[in-house]
């Protein structure tokens, strides 16, 4: 008799088929418990700051916003030079085996952020997009279409009031179609017509329901995007991507070797933030995008 074929985990299957896959329950109630404390440390750590600050690869994004009246802190990225035990959450065995079947045992990470929805704040929507536009050089990586994953980590209960993700189910099929490529992200919002015409069909629209610690994992094709946060509770989701390392040699931290979880390093390595060798900080950023913010500085 020849051995049984071995199962295809279910995630795995759903994310091939559909460009997404929900794992429920990705950590425990008392785990994301403690994640929390952690990331309202890394927020107030954060607010220290006047205006958006950059050390290597750890970024703060502030805004003064003027709906708010207020300065909010919309994102950080590579917080886990500055928290060890969201350091160690980058590389938590949950991580492994739900990556593991997709990506093998040698796994390296390029991005590892927060993202918050201050209640009140005008910009904390995301355009529908796919994240292959944010990869400023793709030639460094293979196969970025089927080896890099990124997962979202619910902290803060997550559903379409608070902005929570949406998804369109069967997207990373088509190709890279180019959606709000035109100006900032966070920055207006996409009309149906333009979804449409771009291919995508209204009724494939997924609107993820979120509890703390469930998990949501997407292509970078799968064109996905949520709306500004209309309720008075905050939603922290904590983004990190996770590639195949035979396919990116030259971007990203060690996460997996061998299947063994790897800490951080003494130096950074270039990850979203090309300019890492030449400039490192740190130094503050006082770009505008909104247009509008700095008359309410
Ligand atoms: O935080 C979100 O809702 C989505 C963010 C996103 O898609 C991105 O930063 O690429
Ligand atoms: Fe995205």
């Not at 051995?3 to 295809?8: D, E, Q, S, V």
């Not at 979202?152 to 997207?171: M, R, T």
């Not at 703390?212 to 094709?221: M, Q, R, S």
Request: charged content about 25%; aromatic content about 10%.
């Amino acid at each position: 008799m020849s051995a049984p074929a071995p199962t295809i985990p279910d995630h795995v299957t759903h994310l091939r088929e559909h460009g997404y896959a929900v794992i429920r329950g990705f950590l425990s109630a008392d785990e994301i418990a403690a994640v929390k404390r952690e990331t309202d440390a890394v927020m107030a750590e954060g607010m220290k700051h006047h205006a958006s600050y950059r050390d290597h690869n750890l970024m703060f994004e502030i805004l003064n916003d003027p709906q708010a009246k207020r300065r909010v802190l919309l994102q950080a990225h590579w917080f886990s030079w500055i928290n060890p035990a969201l350091e160690a959450l980058r590389r938590h065995p949950r991580y492994f085996e739900i990556m593991q079947p997709l990506l093998g045992g040698d796994i390296k990470q390029v991005t590892n952020q927060l993202h918050w929805k201050p209640p009140g704040a005008k910009y904390t929507g995301y355009r529908f997009h796919q994240d292959l536009r944010f990869r400023e050089r793709p030639e460094v990586y293979t196969n970025l279409d089927r080896t890099y994953l990124n997962t979202g980590l619910a902290i803060d209960p997550h559903g379409p009031e608070n902005g929570g993700l949406a998804v369109y189910d069967g997207s990373h099929k088509l190709g890279y179609l180019g959606l709000s490529d035109d100006g900032p992200i966070m920055k207006g919002v996409n009309h149906e017509d333009e979804l449409i015409r771009a291919g995508l069909d209204p009724a494939g629209r997924v609107d993820f329901r979120l509890d703390p610690g469930d998990l949501v994992i997407w292509t970078l094709l799968t064109v996905h995007g949520s709306l500004p946060n209309r309720s008075d509770r905050d939603r922290c989701f904590m983004i990190n991507s996770y590639v195949r390392a035979s396919d990116s040699p030259e971007r990203g931290e060690w996460v997996f070797r061998d299947g063994q979880p790897v800490p951080l390093g003494d130096e950074p390595q270039i990850c979203k933030y090309e300019q890492l060798r030449e400039k490192p900080g740190p130094f503050y950023i006082e770009d505008d995008w909104t247009g509008e913010a700095r008359a309410n500085a």
